[in-house]
C-alpha cells in the first residue's frame, strides 16, 4: 500500500511592517559627544525639493558655533530626481549611512584633511547609523539634535 505523499502547507512571508516599540524614557541621547573646542565637519542630507538647505546648513553651524565648536567643513548629499526616483525622494541612499558611498569617502577624506574632532549631520540618526558611521569615518558621528541641550519645561 503506498502512502500519500505528504506536502507541507506552504508558509507565507508575513508581509505587515512591524511595530516600533516607543522608547520608554523619552529621547535617547547619544554618548556624550561634546562639540565645545572641537573641529566639525558638518554634513546635510536633503531631497531635491527643499530649495532653503543653504539656510538649514548656515543655522546649523550657527548652532555648532554656539555650543563653541568650530565647522571646518560643510557638506550637503542632496537626492536628486531621476526615472522612479521621485517615489524615493524622502529615503536615504543607505538606511546604513544615510549617504552615498561616493559621499561617505568625501566626508572620509575632509575629516582627514581637516583633522576634524566630530562630524555632526544635520538629520536625525538612529542608534545603528550612529555606530556605523562612527566606525567607518574613524571619529564620532552625532545628529544635531543629539547635541543640542534639552529645552527646559
Known amino acids: 500500500m503506498r502512502r500519500p505523499r505528504f506536502t507541507p502547507a506552504r508558509r507565507r512571508r508575513?508581509?505587515?511592517?512591524?511595530?516600533?516599540v516607543p522608547?520608554?524614557?523619552g529621547r535617547r541621547r547619544a554618548s556624550s559627544v561634546t562639540v565645545a573646542g572641537a573641529d566639525v565637519v558638518l554634513v546635510g542630507y536633503f531631497s531635491?525639493?527643499?530649495k532653503d538647505f543653504d539656510t538649514v546648513m548656515a543655522s546649523a553651524a550657527g548652532e555648532v558655533a554656539g555650543l563653541g565648536g568650530r565647522v571646518v567643513e560643510r557638506?550637503?548629499?542632496r537626492r536628486?530626481?531621476?526615472?522612479?526616483?521621485?517615489?524615493?525622494m524622502g529615503l536615504p541612499y543607505s538606511s546604513r549611512t544615510l549617504l552615498s558611498h561616493g559621499k561617505i569617502r568625501e566626508v572620509i577624506q575632509a575629516c582627514?584633511?581637516?583633522d576634524a574632532?566630530?562630524?555632526?549631520?544635520?538629520a536625525s540618526l538612529t542608534g545603528h547609523q550612529r555606530c556605523?558611521?562612527?566606525?567607518?569615518l574613524g571619529r564620532p558621528a552625532v545628529s544635531l539634535s543629539d547635541i543640542l541641550p534639552e529645552p527646559s519645561s
Not at 80 to 88: E, P, R
Not at 117 to 122: E, L, R, S, Y
Open 14 to 20: 508575513d508581509r505587515r511592517l512591524a511595530r516600533r
Open 23 to 25: 522608547a520608554k524614557s
Open 48 to 50: 531635491a525639493k527643499q
Open 75 to 77: 557638506m550637503v548629499q
Open 80 to 88: 536628486g530626481v531621476s526615472d522612479g526616483g521621485v517615489q524615493k
Open 112 to 114: 582627514d584633511r581637516t
Open 117 to 122: 574632532d566630530v562630524v555632526v549631520f544635520v
Open 132 to 136: 556605523v558611521l562612527t566606525a567607518t
